[in-house]
């Protein structure tokens, strides 16, 4: 039967309601024993969060413009949510290597999944396809982070000066209410810093887990849709602008072309 036909609405929702009992069974499995066995609960917990992530793609799918996100060039770092793994596939969220430059319009974009080194992992002996980044990752996080803990620091002397300006103008105008243009001056640079710090807090935690150096999954290279892209959505992301080396990124493409005979 053809579900894509209209005339079978009523047999389609009918498979439906069946299709979600049978979900309803195999996650009530997953997560009834959680003590006994924690793989299949760790399972059930992951499939809930995909689930859910998958809905609201769906849900905005039509809304979804990707000229509104950043251009991607090759190199560049985004923060990708891979979805359910079956099997070996690579899942969840994690970070990728962009491997072609995407303009904002483009909807899609090739990547390369990375993940962090472990700390019982001898870089020198990863499994095949494995590529060892170092702790380029880190390096550009910790440039960044510095760039913005020094911006973070202007931001604050600056609206130090103007509220300073604003105060002076109220003690020489009493009764007065201060000008449009200085009240939204002001709150758009309070706004401002507090997108700043909340962006240096969040690139903080980041640079945590990469510290021993981040491994490039080359066999899983995939393309993907932008939806799945959580950073950068905007230059506020906490990836926004980051790219790695020429070198690195040659050391990926070399892998490439040796997995996949180029």
Do not use: C
């Not at 006994?36 to 859910?52: E, M, S």
């Not at 483009?106 to 990375?114: D, E, F, R, S, Y």
């Not at 980041?206 to 510290?211: H, P, R």
């Amino acid at each position: 039967m053809d579900f894509k036909d209209p005339n079978n609405q009523q047999e389609l929702q009918k498979r439906y309601n069946q299709l979600w009992s049978k979900f309803k069974n195999l996650t009530n499995t997953l997560i009834a024993d959680p003590q006994g066995d924690p793989v299949n609960y760790k399972r059930g917990a992951l499939l809930f969060y995909w689930l859910q992530q998958y809905h609201g793609y769906i849900k905005g799918e039509q809304k979804f413009n990707p000229r509104y996100r950043p251009a991607l060039l090759k190199g560049n770092v985004v923060k990708v949510n891979f979805g359910f793994n079956l099997g070996n596939e690579f899942g969840g969220l994690h970070y990728a290597i962009v491997m072609n430059d995407s303009a904002a319009g483009n909807g899609v974009v090739t990547v390369i999944p990375l993940r962090s080194l472990k700390e019982s992992e001898d870089p020198s002996r990863l499994r095949g396809n494995d590529v060892f980044l170092g702790r380029e990752l880190y390096n550009l996080l910790q440039g960044k982070l510095v760039g913005l803990r020094s911006n973070y620091s202007l931001q604050l002397d600056e609206a130090r000066k103007e509220l300073e300006e604003a105060e002076h103008w109220r003690s020489n105008n009493p009764g007065k209410i201060l000008p449009t243009t200085t009240i939204k001056k002001l709150t758009d640079k309070v706004e401002f810093i507090k997108q700043q710090q909340a962006l240096i807090e969040r690139t903080s935690k980041e640079i945590k887990s990469l510290k021993l150096g981040s491994i490039a999954i080359v066999n899983q290279i995939r393309t993907i849709s932008k939806m799945r892209i959580e950073d950068p959505k905007d230059s506020l992301g906490i990836l926004y602008g980051l790219r790695l080396g020429r070198d690195k990124m040659q050391l990926v493409k070399a892998e490439l072309m040796k997995s996949y005979d180029m």
